[in-house]
């Protein structure tokens, strides 16, 4: 079965140091994606970055990185240089063909002044 | 120029009514999705369509019936609502690709309050 693990329910951060978000997933697809969404307070979804499963660098986008180990089946997301509104709820997520998107329990981050 | 757009954002109802969640994307994606939020944040997936057909069902009690009159409408019908249907439903969209997955696209979400 697909199932994605974040265990940090809450991380605090303070503003302009790097956090890392932790997120492990369970699959026996071969072909899989991996993506973080991040949700503020107001609700909307937006998406953050993405990683396939063989793709064989991390991706990067602005200061979002993902630190992918495929052996270890871990997608850890780093967020450098935090800023307030990074205040977050964020979610790893795993796309399968069968599956969809399976999203996991999320990780309440914020940023302090 | 919203990308996918649902209606209405907030629903206020009783219990025992039924209602119904509009859900639109002009992406041009062939792949449909219905995602219930509850009050701990955890997104679980409810339906998906591909091009009109129905590909995934989750664990849905049989009073959510959605409907997809082509690939780029998918409405979600509420029959006899009960309080723990209370959530956020968001509509999202994704193209259905080999290569390289497309992202989740999200509507902003429908707040339903069930009383």
């Known amino acids: 079965a697909q199932k994605i693990t974040q265990t940090q329910p809450g991380m605090f951060v303070q503003e302009k140091e790097a956090v890392t978000l932790d997120c492990t997933y369970d699959t026996s697809d071969q072909s899989y994606g991996l993506f973080w969404y991040k949700q503020p307070s107001s609700g909307e979804m937006i998406f953050l970055i993405y990683q396939g499963s063989y793709d064989e660098q991390n991706a990067t986008e602005g200061r979002y990185s993902l630190n992918f180990q495929k052996a270890r089946k871990s997608a850890n997301l780093v967020i450098s240089a935090s800023q307030l509104g990074d205040s977050a709820m964020y979610f790893c997520a795993m796309r399968s063909w069968a599956l969809g998107f399976v999203f996991g329990p999320g990780t309440r981050l914020s940023v302090l002044p | 120029d919203t990308a996918v757009s649902q209606t209405p954002k907030y629903l206020v109802t009783q219990m025992g009514n039924d209602k119904s969640i509009k859900c639109e994307q002009n992406l041009g994606h062939d792949t449909m999705y219905w995602y219930k939020q509850d009050s701990k944040k955890f997104l679980k997936i409810m339906f998906s369509?591909?091009?009109?057909?129905?590909?995934i069902n989750e664990t849905v009690p049989n009073r959510f019936s959605p409907k997809s009159p082509d690939k780029a409408h998918l409405n979600l019908h509420i029959n006899s609502l009960e309080l723990g249907d209370s959530a956020v439903y968001f509509c999202a969209s994704s193209r259905r690709t080999s290569g390289r997955p497309g992202e989740l696209f999200f509507g902003e979400g429908s707040r339903l309050t069930v009383l």
């Open positions: 369509y591909n091009n009109k057909e129905l590909i």
